[in-house]
């Protein structure tokens, strides 16, 4: 079982993140974060296996938290970004040599095509990067 913390300001994205990885039955999500800072403190608190970061987060942002993370209790980061697929290979690059194990796009609508694949996507990056 891996334990997942969500950092995302907005409550529908952490809300479809959460519905996604729990739709595996060896994931769980033991928390969200609001913003960076959050997502910091609760790294601590909460030890989970892996995280998903928004890249834009109100008090800390996703890259200092990330930076942040990494410095005060390492563990795999999977940042969430808006336009990713747009981003060329050294911002990708860059990111990931913060400490970042992948960079996905925000989630499509449920529904969409792109759906499912996002959600096979994003737990079999979890389980991944998680040891699960």
């Known amino acids: 079982m891996a334990n997942i ?3 995302d300001d907005s409550p529908s994205i952490a809300g ?3 519905m996604m990885i729990e739709s595996s039955s060896d994931l769980e999500v033991i928390g969200i974060a ?3 800072q959050a997502a910091v403190e609760k790294n601590v608190a909460l030890e989970p296996d892996i995280i998903t970061m928004d890249i834009n987060m109100p008090v800390l942002g996703g890259l200092e938290a990330l930076d942040k993370v990494m410095s005060t209790r390492p563990c795999p980061v ?3 970004s808006s336009g990713s697929e747009e981003k060329d ?3 990708v690059e860059s990111i990931k040599q913060r400490g970042a194990v ?3 796009d925000k989630p ?3 529904g969409s095509d792109a759906f499912s694949r996002y959600s096979e ?3 079999e990056n979890i389980k991944k990067f998680s040891g699960c």
């Open 121 to 123: 996507e994003l737990i």
């Open 89 to 91: 290979d050294y911002q």
């Open 102 to 104: 992948a960079v996905l």
């Open 5 to 7: 913390l969500i950092a």
């Open 34 to 36: 609001e913003n960076g």
């Open 78 to 80: 999977i940042i969430i």
């Open 16 to 18: 479809l993140l959460k």
């Open 108 to 110: 499509p609508a449920i």
